[in-house]
C-alpha cells in the first residue's frame, strides 16, 4: 500500500495549525497575555468552522449551515443575528425556502472566490427581503443561479462560490444565544445527481484540502490592512468612531449596510460611554469584540445594543 494522500493532508493540516499558533496567534500592541491567548480560541473557532461547515461542502448537494454561534465565534459576529452558509456553483440552479421568522432584515449575499474552503476575494451580489415575496405567514421562496428574474432572485457570477444569510432580530435579548429561535431554511439544487462515491482516499483528502484552505486564508495567509492604506468606516484612533458607511464590495460584508468602527482603551476605574442617535433604518446595533474579531460572551453579559434595549 503506498502512502495516502488523506495522511499528507491530514499532516499538512496539522503542520498547519502549529505555524498558525506560532506566526499567526502572536502579541500586537497592548496586548496582555488573556489577550494573546483569546488569539488560540479564534483559531480553534476557525478550525471548528472548517470541520463543521467546509470540509463537506458540496455544491452538488448544499445545505444551510450555521456559520457562527455562542460557540464558534469568528470574523466580526454579531449578537442579534444568525447567519447560515451554503456552498454554490456557477451553471447550477438552486431553490432556497425559508421564514424570515420575526427577522427585521434577511438577505443572501454572493460571496465570489469562496470555493472549496477559501475566503472569499469580494462580494458579487445581494438579495435583501425588500427584493423577497414573503407570505402573510413570513414564508418565501427564491432562486439562485438560472434564468434571470426582477425579484426573488440571484445570480451565480462565474465565480461564484458561496452563499451568506443574514437574518437580523431586535430582540431585548440575544437572538444567536436563543436556544429556541428556530430559523427555518433550506436548498436543494434543481438538477439532481446521482449518490456520490462512498469516502474513499480521493474525497477524504479533497475534504481535508477544504479544512486546510478555510485556516489558512484566515489566518497565515490573511493579509493586515495597512497603516498608510485608510479604510472608510473603520477609525484607528480609539474611543472616536467614524460616520457609518456601505463597505462597497468587501467579502463577507453586506452590500446594503452601513458599517463604523473603532478600537476603544479604558482604563480600570473608566467606562466606555456612547452617546449617538439611532438612524432611520430596518436594523441598528452596536457591538464590542476582543482583538480578534470575536464577540465577549453575550450568553452571560451584556455586551451589544440595538434600540429595542437602549434608552
Given at each position: 500500500?503506498g502512502?495516502l ?7 499538512e493540516?496539522?503542520a498547519?495549525?502549529q505555524q498558525?499558533?506560532?506566526e499567526?496567534?502572536?502579541p500586537?500592541?497592548v496586548?496582555?497575555d488573556?489577550?494573546?491567548?483569546e488569539?488560540?480560541r ?8 472548517a470541520?463543521y461547515?467546509?470540509?463537506?461542502f458540496?455544491?452538488q448537494?448544499?445545505?444551510f ?5 455562542p460557540t ?6 454579531n ?9 454554490v456553483a456557477?451553471?447550477n440552479e438552486?431553490?432556497?425556502r425559508?421564514?424570515?421568522?420575526g427577522?427585521?432584515?434577511t438577505?443572501?449575499?454572493?460571496e ?6 477559501s475566503?472569499?476575494?469580494h462580494t458579487?451580489?445581494?438579495l435583501n ?5 414573503i ?6 421562496e427564491?432562486?439562485l ?19 451568506t444569510?443574514r437574518?437580523y432580530f431586535?430582540f431585548?435579548w440575544s437572538s444567536?444565544?436563543?436556544?429556541t429561535?428556530?430559523v ?5 439544487a434543481?438538477?439532481?445527481?446521482p ?5 474513499n482516499d480521493?474525497?477524504v483528502s479533497?475534504a481535508?484540502?477544504?479544512v486546510i484552505?478555510?485556516v489558512r486564508?484566515?489566518t497565515?495567509d ?11 468606516f473603520v477609525?484607528r484612533i480609539?474611543n472616536e468612531?467614524p460616520q ?5 464590495n468587501?467579502?463577507?460584508?453586506a452590500?446594503d ?6 478600537p ?6 473608566e ?9 432611520e433604518?430596518?436594523f441598528g446595533?452596536?457591538c464590542l469584540?476582543n482583538?480578534w474579531s470575536?464577540?465577549y460572551?453575550y450568553?452571560n ?5 440595538n ?5
Open positions: 500500500m502512502e494522500k488523506s495522511r499528507e493532508k491530514y499532516n493540516l496539522v498547519l495549525l498558525a499558533g506560532d499567526w496567534v502572536v500586537g500592541p496586548m496582555s488573556d489577550d494573546v491567548a488569539g488560540f479564534n483559531l480553534t473557532h476557525i478550525l471548528q468552522s470541520l461547515s467546509h470540509q463537506e458540496d455544491p448537494r448544499p445545505v449551515n450555521r456559520i457562527v454561534s464558534r465565534s469568528f470574523t466580526g459576529d449578537s442579534d443575528a444568525v447567519y447560515f452558509e451554503t456552498p456557477p451553471g438552486y431553490i432556497v425559508g421564514n424570515i421568522a427577522a427585521v432584515y438577505s443572501f449575499t454572493m465570489a472566490g469562496a470555493s472549496d474552503g475566503y472569499a476575494t458579487s451580489g445581494v427581503d425588500t427584493e423577497m415575496d407570505a402573510a405567514d413570513g414564508s418565501y427564491i432562486r443561479g438560472g434564468p434571470a428574474a426582477d425579484r426573488n432572485w440571484l445570480e451565480i457570477p462565474a465565480d461564484g462560490g458561496r452563499i444569510t437574518h431586535e431585548p444567536s444565544a436563543s436556544q429561535l428556530h427555518p431554511i433550506s436548498i436543494e434543481v438538477t439532481k445527481v449518490a456520490p462515491p462512498r469516502w480521493e474525497r479533497a481535508l484540502q477544504r484552505n478555510h486564508t484566515k497565515v490573511s493579509v493586515a490592512p495597512s497603516e498608510d492604506t485608510p479604510i472608510p477609525s480609539p468612531l457609518p458607511v456601505v463597505p462597497g468587501m467579502a463577507f460584508a452590500f449596510a452601513a458599517y463604523a468602527m473603532a476603544y482603551l479604558i482604563g480600570d476605574d467606562a466606555l460611554v456612547i452617546r449617538g442617535r439611532w438612524p433604518c430596518v446595533n452596536i469584540w482583538r470575536q464577540m460572551d450568553v453579559r451584556q455586551v451589544s445594543r434600540r429595542a434595549n437602549t434608552t
